[in-house]
């Protein structure tokens, strides 16, 4: 369903491990029965250990890869979508592949493939595919008429998702039906369901909430620019990212904002996540974590251009990669520590991580010019 919660709580997070690709991390990191799988932008499948971050396997698709792999652990598989329009099952223990699928259209897929009966994602043909678990066509739905860039979710036998022609669609999960449809404007915001109602943000600035068996309006707040971000729920909050460079926390059930946090001068367009009593959220220097209660950040890890890459956990460890190539992953190590308490931010406290970089680099400069305006006066004097 997208949810993007869990109910792990975050506490003091440490560096676990670090491994370096052979390109851009351009996927999340899927992680399950303790391996790790994502993608980079050199078309690369990596398979890791989750306990040490050593590598078990990577097995090259030939075309870039910007759409989140998916584990289906009943029949030990991996399906990966790429930039060429092909579909590919990857044996979960080697890598090997099981087999592909094309859609014959050339054109990219971004969107994260689900996995309930079949094998849901859309592409920028504008189709939305439903594969068989052996890679055969179940049915496409041809109705949209721009590219489907959503990754799709699934509630009570209907499958959800957002296309560029401004619709949010739900169709019948085993025939392709349209059920139901709602015109706002161009939606590259994946779907949320939680608790029978459907979440997303599109470019009208709004973010909707939708009865998820019939579509109509339960509520939409209207935010301080597009949104691009796909919101995570927990059944009380809603988080999302904005493109005015907030991250919004709102109320789950009448859509009124909780908090704002100004994390970027642009685009927030990564995904947050919902952990336990926080959430995380990655943008163009890096982590943070922030208190779900408050929206103060408790801990920043500014590492790289991670504005892409949506972060995601697995038993007590929260991984995120970046543009240069690297995979973090912190572990949870309880209760953050009495000397490190200091670190955390004050409640109401105003924190925009991004200019803490440029206040250091001012710093650093006054330095050295006062140290250079010294030694100057004193090389004067001595001649004198």
């Known amino acids: 369903m997208n949810q ?229 729920v927990d059944g009380k909050n809603v988080v999302v990212g904005c493109n005015d460079g907030n991250l919004y926390c709102l109320d789950m059930n009448d859509g009124h904002i909780v908090w704002t946090l100004d994390l970027m001068p642009s685009n927030l367009e990564s995904s947050p996540l919902i952990s336990g009593n926080k959430t995380a959220v990655t943008y163009d220097q890096g982590l943070v974590i922030v208190h779900l209660d408050n929206g103060t950040i408790s801990q920043g890890f500014l590492w790289g251009n991670s504005a892409d890459i949506s972060p995601s956990a697995y038993d007590e460890m929260l991984f995120f990669g970046d543009k240069q190539g690297y995979v973090h992953c912190l572990q949870n190590r309880g209760q953050v520590p009495d000397d490190d308490k200091d670190d955390e931010k004050e409640m109401n406290e105003e924190v925009d991580p991004g200019w803490e970089a440029v206040f250091l680099l001012i710093a650093l400069l006054a330095i050295m010019f006062t140290a250079m305006f010294l030694f100057l006066r004193r090389s004067r004097w001595i001649r004198k």
């Open 4 to 232: 993007a919660s869990s109910p792990t709580e975050l506490g003091h997070l440490e560096l676990e491990w670090e491994f370096e690709a052979d390109g851009e991390i351009t996927t999340s990191i899927v992680a399950a029965s303790g391996i790790g799988i994502f993608a980079t932008s050199e078309g690369t499948v990596y398979d890791l250990n989750v306990t040490d971050g050593s590598e078990l396997w990577n097995v090259s698709i030939g075309s870039s890869l910007y759409s989140t792999p998916v584990l289906d652990l009943e029949n030990e598989a991996v399906y990966v979508c790429d930039s060429s329009g092909k579909v590919t099952g990857l044996a979960i223990h080697d890598g090997t592949i099981i087999w592909q699928w094309d859609t014959g259209t050339g054109r990219e897929i971004r969107s994260s493939p689900l996995v309930a009966d079949k094998i849901y994602f859309g592409s920028y043909d504008s189709y939305l595919y439903a594969l068989n678990r052996n890679g055969t066509l179940a049915w496409r739905f041809e109705g949209c008429l721009g590219w489907v860039h959503t990754s799709p979710a699934y509630y009570e036998g209907l499958v959800y998702f957002g296309s560029c022609d401004g619709y949010m669609r739900a169709l019948d999960a085993s025939t392709g039906k349209e059920v139901w449809n709602f015109s706002s404007a161009y939606i590259p915001s994946s779907p949320v369901v939680y608790d029978g109602k459907v979440f997303f943000g599109a470019y009208d600035s709004n973010l909707h909430c939708l009865d998820a068996l019939n579509g109509t309006p339960v509520w939409n707040t209207t935010m301080g620019d597009n949104i691009y971000s796909s919101p995570a």
